[in-house]
């Protein structure tokens, strides 16, 4: 099962006020939530093995909205990668296998060694943004 996410309390609230003095201020806050999540995109692309393609590690990318950021990969190009990050059997009668991780290898191990720093890199982020909006905020 994936670990939790992290919820920030107040956010969508912050979201809307930040709207409502300036229709461009929540676009800041959408580059910033990519920003914090680039770290775990990073560090699971490093780990997995680039084979002939590359095109497994080059799937994986952030993804972000103005409440939540997240990391996608697999797609089109490499739709193996949940068998490569997990495992399982694939292949003509299941003939090729590799050991199960309920956790994966990649992904949610990435964001299990970096989710301290994603908490304090999201609470220093979000106060930031608040005291450049005008808005008295104080997450964490």
């Not at 939530?33 to 770290?39: A, K, Q, R, Y």
Request: charged fraction near 25%; glycine fraction near 10%.
């Amino acid at each position: 099962m994936p670990p939790e996410a992290i919820k920030i309390d107040g956010l969508r609230e912050m979201q809307a006020s930040m709207k409502a003095m300036d229709a461009n201020l929540p676009k800041q806050l959408r580059i910033f939530m990519n920003s914090v999540v680039v770290m775990v995109a990073d560090s699971a692309k490093a780990k997995v093995p680039h084979g002939r393609s590359g095109y497994a590690a080059a799937s994986i990318k952030p993804q972000s909205t103005q409440r939540m950021g997240q990391v996608k990969a697999g797609g089109a190009k490499a739709p193996y990668y949940p068998w490569l990050d997990f495992g399982g059997s694939v292949g003509r009668n299941h003939s090729v296998h590799r050991p199960f991780f309920k956790k994966g290898r990649y992904l949610f191990v990435a964001y299990e060694s970096h989710k301290a720093e994603i908490e304090t890199k999201a609470i220093e982020g979000l106060n930031e943004l608040a005291r450049k909006s005008g808005l008295e905020a104080h997450f964490g």
